[in-house]
């Protein structure tokens, strides 16, 4: 009998005793997410350093899966069955998250939060409120711009300056508050703050009253960040030194049970 498909080098076993075109075709789609959603097949071939034809005949498998469309001009776009995954995800993410920040709230006293990076925008995917009478309260599922919040500085860190300048040209830097940072530069020069810090800040930038610190999960699958928030009265520089160590060490005992679970 010849030999069945199964045998061929797509679906070839990888050395890391998975199915190899598998694990092409969820690196094609991280590629797409990491340009954009929208690339042509000779830029994955670049970056993949895949030949055109095996790349070509994965992505007509995901494009008849529904996880990539092709565009009119012949584009490749990640495709809309992606985003309930993604949603799933998020919310699974969120669930494994709350122990983490009960004890936020524990040892802080204020309100923790958890937020994702999706696209341009910060969606938070978890809250435990504070005890506290007078807390801030943040719905799950809302979604905000990254330039006037403490999680979106903490999220944006690390992201070269030229990709953090071409996301703000996208959304615009409207001002919720007379504090909101308004241009690229002061927004920059803020996150060199947060890297030179290792917290962020949002000191009345999002809502008048409220400060917000915040810290990225290092590691996280996708970019994560962990914050507390409470009124300005509490949440002051004194308690800022207190309550960023516990920051930090929650957000790297996370990390760490995302990675054993992904082992």
């Given at each position: 009998?010849?030999?069945?498909?199964?045998?061929?080098?797509?679906?070839?076993?990888?050395?890391?005793?998975?199915?190899?075109?598998?694990?092409?075709?969820?690196?094609?789609?991280?590629?797409?997410?990491?340009?954009?959603?929208?690339?042509?097949?000779?830029?994955?071939?670049?970056?993949?350093?895949?030949?055109?034809?095996?790349?070509?005949?994965?992505?007509?498998?995901?494009?008849?899966?529904?996880?990539?469309?092709?565009?009119?001009?012949?584009?490749?776009?990640?495709?809309?069955?992606?985003?309930?995954?993604?949603?799933?995800?998020?919310?699974?993410?969120?669930?494994?998250?709350?122990?983490?920040?009960?004890?936020?709230?524990?040892?802080?006293?204020?309100?923790?939060?958890?937020?994702?990076?999706?696209?341009?925008?910060?969606?938070?995917?978890?809250?435990?409120?504070?005890?506290?009478?007078?807390r801030m309260f943040t719905e799950v599922g809302r979604r905000v711009l990254p330039h006037s919040t403490g999680v979106g500085k903490a999220l944006l860190a690390d992201v070269p300056d030229d990709e953090v300048?071409?996301?703000?040209?996208?959304?615009?830097?409207?001002?919720?508050?007379?504090?909101?940072?308004?241009?690229?530069?002061?927004?920059?020069?803020?996150?060199?703050?947060?890297?030179?810090?290792?917290?962020?800040?949002?000191?009345?930038?999002?809502?008048?009253?409220?400060?917000?610190?915040?810290?990225?999960?290092?590691?996280?699958?996708?970019?994560?960040?962990?914050?507390?928030?409470?009124?300005?009265?509490?949440?002051?520089?004194?308690?800022t030194e207190r309550i960023v160590p516990v920051l930090q060490q929650v957000a790297t005992e996370l990390s760490r049970s995302l990675a054993s679970a992904g082992s």
């Open positions: 009998m010849p030999p069945s498909s199964a045998n061929s080098t797509d679906s070839a076993k990888s050395a890391g005793g998975g199915v190899q075109s598998l694990e092409r075709a969820f690196d094609l789609l991280e590629r797409m997410a990491d340009a954009g959603g929208e690339v042509g097949l000779s830029e994955l071939s670049t970056s993949s350093g895949l030949p055109l034809p095996t790349i070509h005949r994965l992505m007509r498998t995901l494009v008849s899966c529904g996880y990539v469309r092709q565009q009119a001009n012949r584009r490749y776009a990640l495709g809309p069955r992606l985003i309930r995954l993604g949603e799933s995800a998020s919310r699974l993410l969120g669930t494994w998250a709350r122990p983490y920040l009960a004890r936020l709230v524990e040892e802080t006293g204020e309100t923790a939060n958890m937020a994702l990076l999706d696209g341009d925008e910060v969606v938070y995917v978890a809250q435990v409120p504070s005890k506290h009478s007078m300048r071409a996301l703000l040209s996208r959304t615009g830097m409207p001002a919720a508050t007379e504090k909101t940072i308004t241009t690229p530069d002061g927004f920059l020069a803020a996150l060199a703050d947060v890297r030179r810090l290792g917290y962020a800040i949002d000191d009345n930038e999002q809502e008048v009253g409220v400060r917000c610190l915040a810290v990225s999960v290092p590691g996280s699958p996708t970019a994560a960040a962990l914050s507390i928030s409470g009124p300005a009265g509490r949440v002051t520089e004194s308690a």
